[in-house]
């Protein structure tokens, strides 16, 4: 009876243990749905604020209202001052633009009945005439569905992998497991390319040419192209087209409500065709300001969604597909935020800064590849206070210089390498080519994204260099030592092979690029005099500084941009500049960002 009564005894302990697992797996469903539903009410919600910056930056666009503030591009005013790519700044223009004939669907992305990557598409080719049937056909189709759509009309649409970027190509990553030395190498390598180019080069455009360069001179060998090219694996149970389809109808039908603009959205729009260029800058930066603070709380939620699969309670079986139809974002947005997500949870001064706007987008997700790194944790809030002390140029040489030297530490305000170039000039970054091919262990990760043909051609090419040294040496032979065999190949190409003429010796000092705070040219350089030969100045080297054309002829003898100080390391620079008023931005030595002769706490605070 009692071996009885303890059989029972069990049977029920079981049965109420697996119920409590029943009931705590339900509760975790429960929680994953009420995640996901806040996410996507969250993703969906700021319309009225992305209307009212479209229509800033449009305004902004129009009047070329960079020029006046004494920025060079469009695409260097976007970086620097509105904390976002040219390309988003354009895209914004170009809705902006086209929804002034377009009033259905400006109507329907207010009220949540399409997103901003759906807007994007059909203003690229519906008319007012037939506005109304493109919504009948967007409520049909899945957001790739509708790229189709639209490219089918529209040959300036291509149709990439993701739909949400419809202006760029498929992309796919490439991680090479390299040396500390062969990091390093490869960012001096790019600073030369950038020189040669003309203008900043990306890594993806920079494997482009280093694939090139080398090819010029080593042949591809038999199968390299066919070995080098990495599996992709499907994507695992796809969901089929029709479900997708569904799925995205009832994710608009279950979208945020239309929104009431705050008293904040709605004051960015009062009097903007009046406003000039600073009133434009003012407002761009506290629509982009506003757009960071969402931003900021999205990116936790992103995280959370990727570690509990929310995705996949929600009925999507790739974060792409579920960023594109139940979030309408980007998927590549999609997983930048994510990056910055999860670097903010280790990093509480970047996630701070962000979410009160005294990092910009563009300056968060410059620093989060090195705030990534074990060496700079201890680092890491010193990093935040440099990023809102120097302008962005600067701060991507910073971090490029810290990755590639593995020295974690931000470097002086003020110091030698303030100026991004060395005092030679012959390499950036203070690396030897021609190094002893024994390398340390391959423990760094160099990753970049390019389109396909790119990543083959990049792969290829280190594939053939690499099976070229293992018979040269008779030895197998490593991707570090491939990749520096092709570096100090196109190093020895691109570098002059005598000493410049003493006409260039500034150019070379100032590594033959603008001095001008956030300028990207490499091209059209003129020789500046600090303090004009009309006015007594010298011919000295420390009386000269580098200049592109427009920031000389348009920005100093414009009236656009002043100019003072000492070469090359005690220059101050002051941009739009303007009668009776202080100047828009002040920079001290270094490009560290100053407002009235005074060292700025933030960004942000600058006007």
Not at 12 to 28: D, K, N, T, Y
Not at 220 to 227: I, W
Not at 299 to 310: D, F, H, N, R, Y
Not at 513 to 521: H, I
């Amino acid at each position: 009876m009692l071996i009885g009564t303890v059989e029972t005894d069990a049977r029920e302990g079981s049965a109420a243990l697996g119920a409590a697992r029943e009931l705590r797996a339900v509760g975790g469903l429960e929680r994953a749905a009420a995640g996901e539903a806040r996410l996507a009410s969250l993703a969906r919600a700021p319309t009225a604020l992305r209307r009212a910056l479209a229509r800033v930056a449009g305004r902004m666009v129009a009047t070329r209202g960079w020029e006046r503030l004494g920025f060079a591009r469009l695409a260097d005013y976007a970086v620097e001052r509105a904390g976002m790519s040219a390309r988003e700044l354009r895209d914004l223009a170009h809705v902006d633009r086209a929804l002034a004939g377009l009033p259905a669907l400006d109507a329907a992305f207010l009220s949540g009945a399409i997103g901003w990557t759906q807007l994007r598409l059909l203003c690229r080719v519906a008319q007012p005439e037939d506005q109304e049937l493109w919504l009948a056909r967007t409520a049909r189709l899945t957001a790739r569905g509708l790229a189709r759509e639209v490219r089918a009309v529209d040959a300036r649409a291509r149709e990439p992998t993701s739909a949400a970027e419809p202006e760029e190509e498929a992309r796919v990553g490439v991680v090479l497991r390299v040396s500390p030395a062969a990091r390093g190498r490869w960012w001096s390598a790019r600073q030369f390319a950038s020189r040669v180019a003309g203008h900043a080069l990306s890594h993806a455009a920079f494997a482009e040419v280093l694939g090139a360069e080398v090819l010029s001179g080593v042949p591809l060998e038999s199968g390299a192209e066919d070995g080098a090219e990495e599996p992709v694996e499907p994507e695992s149970g796809a969901t089929s087209e029709t479900e997708l389809r569904e799925r995205g109808r009832a994710a608009r039908r279950r979208g945020a409500p239309a929104e009431t603009p705050s008293e904040e959205v709605l004051e960015l729009e009062r009097g903007l065709d009046e406003a000039d260029a600073f009133g434009l800058d003012r407002r761009l930066r506290c629509a982009a300001r506003l757009e960071g603070s969402w931003q900021a709380r999205l990116a936790p939620l992103l995280v959370e969604a990727v570690a509990g699969a929310w995705f996949r309670a929600a009925g999507y079986r790739s974060f792409d597909r579920y960023a594109e139809e139940r979030l309408g974002m980007a998927p590549s947005r999609a997983r930048a935020l994510l990056r910055v997500g999860r670097i903010a949870a280790r990093c509480p001064a970047l996630r701070d800064a962000f979410a009160s706007g005294r990092l910009s987008w563009v300056q968060a997700h410059a620093l989060a590849p090195l705030l990534f790194e074990s060496g700079a944790a201890p680092f890491r809030e010193a990093w935040v206070d440099h990023a809102g002390r120097v302008s962005v140029r600067r701060l991507g040489d910073d971090v490029s210089r810290a990755l590639g030297s593995r020295s974690f530490a931000p470097p002086p305000l003020d110091g030698p390498c303030a100026s991004g170039a060395s005092s030679d000039g012959a390499d950036p970054a203070g690396l030897r080519t021609g190094a002893n091919t024994r390398l340390p262990k391959e423990t760094e990760r160099l990753f970049f994204s390019a389109s396909p043909e790119v990543a083959q051609l990049f792969r290829a090419v280190l594939a053939t260099v690499q099976r070229r040294l293992e018979r040269e040496r008779g030895r197998p032979s490593c991707v570090s030592e491939a990749l520096e065999a092709m570096l100090d190949h196109a190093i020895a190409a691109w570098q002059p092979e005598k000493k410049p003429p003493r006409a260039f010796a500034v150019f070379e000092r100032d590594g033959w690029r603008c001095t001008a705070p956030g300028c990207t040219s490499h091209r059209n350089l003129h020789q500046h005099h600090v303090v004009f030969r009309s006015a007594g100045g010298s011919n000295a080297p420390e009386n000269l500084t580098t200049l592109c054309a427009w920031h000389h002829l348009r920005g100093v003898h414009g009236g656009l941009l002043r100019c003072t100080g000492t070469a090359p390391g005690r220059l101050h620079f002051a941009l739009g500049l303007r009668a009776g008023r202080p100047p828009l931005a002040v920079y001290g030595p270094g490009e560290v960002r100053q407002i009235e002769g005074r060292s700025a706490d933030a960004p942000a605070l600058i006007h």
